[in-house]
């Protein structure tokens, strides 16, 4: 059995990362290390990821990324088989740094070089975690992404549907926004709603009328917007329990349009018969405890599997892209020097 070796770099948005996995062939893989440079603070004042500062600060911080995983993993570059590497869709300047850090890393080495696309890293990570046999369903919940996916291998998915227009956690973000909660909005809103009551407020349940897998979360904001303009006005500004109330009604359409759309989602996945269904849930999103029960029921309604990574592997890291890059590698892709940054790149 062949075992192999990946070293993995991720900068397409506001984390740098580096991290190595290993496979020995009909085995789990192994994460030996992963390596995550957050950039939160550096964007902070700004309410949301400057490209330019963010590309700055990956193209400084990808070579201590690499050398901490390397260092972290007790391994030398000589020991690797390939450098894998995000090559879109992201930011562009982000991505770019990334690329060039790892071409040069493949020039000098002679390291085969391989190009990962950042959703299927995010796809492919419950195979990397729990070992899941293709197919499954995937749905992919963040601050940037949101669709449902059926996994069939390592670059065969078949996109059932997503947003048309915000990510949820975008949503969580700009919810806390503006009822002046602090950053990132999903755990402050999460814990806001925990205390309100989700009935108070009728949010949109936005395309739920439709039989299809598509979403939309930007009328929600608006919706916020206007009831809280409301009670300003009534009342001259928002108690505590007016903006957990809030909350509460805005984390419940979310729950129950996800649930209602993994509902259709996993019906389509049903008809191809799969021998264990298995639906995975990734992003930054799925650690919200209110839409992961809710999820959890709707797979136990219909008989499949619920599984969902660990949080460190759920949110933007390296190890999804090494290990996304070592089933590439195994299939006998390989990219050469001219592998080119990709600000767009739909699976
Ligand atoms: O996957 P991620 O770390 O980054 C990308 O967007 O790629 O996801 C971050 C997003 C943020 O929008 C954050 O508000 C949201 O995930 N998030 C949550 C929760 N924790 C993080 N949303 C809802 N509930 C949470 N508990
Ligand atoms: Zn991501």
Same mark, same amino acid.
């Given at each position: 059995a /062949?075992t192999?070796?990946?070293?993995?770099?991720?900068?397409?948005?506001?984390?740098?990362?580096?991290?190595?996995?290993r496979q020995?062939?009909?085995?789990?893989?192994?994460?030996?290390?992963?390596?995550?440079?957050g /950039?939160t603070?550096?964007?902070s004042?700004?309410?949301?990821?400057?490209?330019?500062?963010?590309?700055?600060?990956?193209?400084?911080?990808?070579?201590?990324?690499?050398?901490?995983?390397?260092?972290?993993?007790g391994?030398?570059?000589?020991?690797?088989d390939?450098?894998a590497?995000?090559?879109?869709?992201g930011?562009?300047?982000?991505?770019?740094?990334?690329v060039?850090?790892?071409?040069?890393?493949?020039a000098?080495?002679?390291?085969?070089?391989?190009?990962?696309?950042?959703?299927a890293?995010?796809?492919?990570t %419950?195979?990397?975690?729990?070992a899941?046999?293709?197919p499954?369903?995937?749905?992919?919940?963040?601050g940037?992404?949101c669709q449902?996916?059926?996994?069939?291998?390592?670059?065969q998915f078949?996109?059932?549907?997503?947003?048309?227009?915000?990510?949820?956690?975008?949503a969580? =973000?700009?919810t806390?926004?503006?009822?002046?909660?602090? /950053?990132?909005?999903? %755990?402050?809103?999460?814990?806001?709603?925990?205390e309100?009551?989700?009935?108070?407020?009728? !949010? %949109?349940?936005?395309?739920?009328?439709?039989?299809?897998?598509?979403l939309? !979360?930007?009328?929600?904001k608006?919706?916020l917007?206007?009831?809280?303009?409301?009670?300003?006005?009534?009342?001259?500004?928002?108690?505590? /329990?007016?903006?957990? =109330?809030?909350?509460?009604?805005?984390?419940?359409?979310i729950?129950e349009?996800l649930?209602?759309?993994?509902?259709?989602?996993?019906?389509?996945?049903?008809e191809e018969?799969? %021998?264990?269904?298995?639906?995975a849930?990734?992003?930054?999103?799925?650690?919200?405890?209110a839409?992961?029960?809710?999820?959890?029921?709707?797979?136990?309604?219909?008989?499949?599997?619920?599984?969902a990574?660990?949080?460190?592997l759920?949110?933007?890291?390296?190890?999804?892209?090494a290990?996304?890059?070592?089933?590439?590698?195994?299939?006998?892709?390989?990219?050469?020097?001219?592998?080119?940054?990709?600000?767009?790149?739909?699976?």
């Amino acid at each position: 059995a /062949q075992t192999l070796t990946i070293l993995g770099l991720e900068s397409s948005c506001d984390d740098t990362a580096a991290a190595v996995v290993r496979q020995t062939e009909g085995e789990p893989a192994q994460v030996l290390s992963s390596i995550v440079h957050g /950039q939160t603070e550096l964007h902070s004042a700004y309410g949301g990821v400057v490209p330019e500062i963010a590309a700055r600060a990956h193209a400084e911080k990808l070579d201590i990324c690499v050398r901490q995983a390397l260092e972290e993993a007790g391994l030398e570059l000589a020991d690797l088989d390939a450098i894998a590497v995000t090559a879109g869709p992201g930011l562009i300047g982000g991505v770019m740094s990334g690329v060039m850090c790892a071409k040069g890393l493949s020039a000098a080495t002679g390291l085969p070089l391989i190009g990962v696309n950042h959703l299927a890293g995010h796809a492919l990570t %419950p195979r990397l975690t729990d070992a899941i046999a293709y197919p499954y369903l995937m749905l992919l919940v963040s601050g940037g992404h949101c669709q449902y996916l059926i996994v069939h291998g390592p670059e065969q998915f078949t996109r059932l549907g997503g947003t048309i227009d915000d990510a949820p956690g975008e949503a969580f =973000d700009k919810t806390a926004r503006l009822l002046g909660l602090p /950053q990132p909005g999903g %755990p402050s809103v999460e814990a806001e709603a925990r205390e309100g009551d989700p009935d108070r407020f009728r !949010f %949109p349940r936005p395309l739920l009328d439709r039989p299809d897998c598509n979403l939309s !979360f930007s009328g929600l904001k608006t919706a916020l917007m206007r009831m809280r303009d409301q009670i300003v006005a009534e009342k001259g500004g928002l108690t505590r /329990q007016d903006r957990a =109330d809030l909350c509460a009604g805005f984390q419940q359409a979310i729950v129950e349009t996800l649930a209602e759309k993994t509902r259709r989602a996993l019906s389509r996945y049903m008809e191809e018969n799969p %021998p264990e269904p298995v639906v995975a849930v990734a992003g930054g999103v799925a650690a919200n405890t209110a839409i992961r029960s809710a999820l959890e029921s709707v797979c136990a309604e219909q008989g499949a599997k619920f599984t969902a990574p660990p949080h460190s592997l759920c949110t933007d890291n390296a190890a999804m892209i090494a290990y996304a890059g070592l089933e590439r590698f195994r299939t006998g892709a390989r990219d050469g020097l001219d592998l080119t940054a990709r600000p767009r790149w739909p699976l």
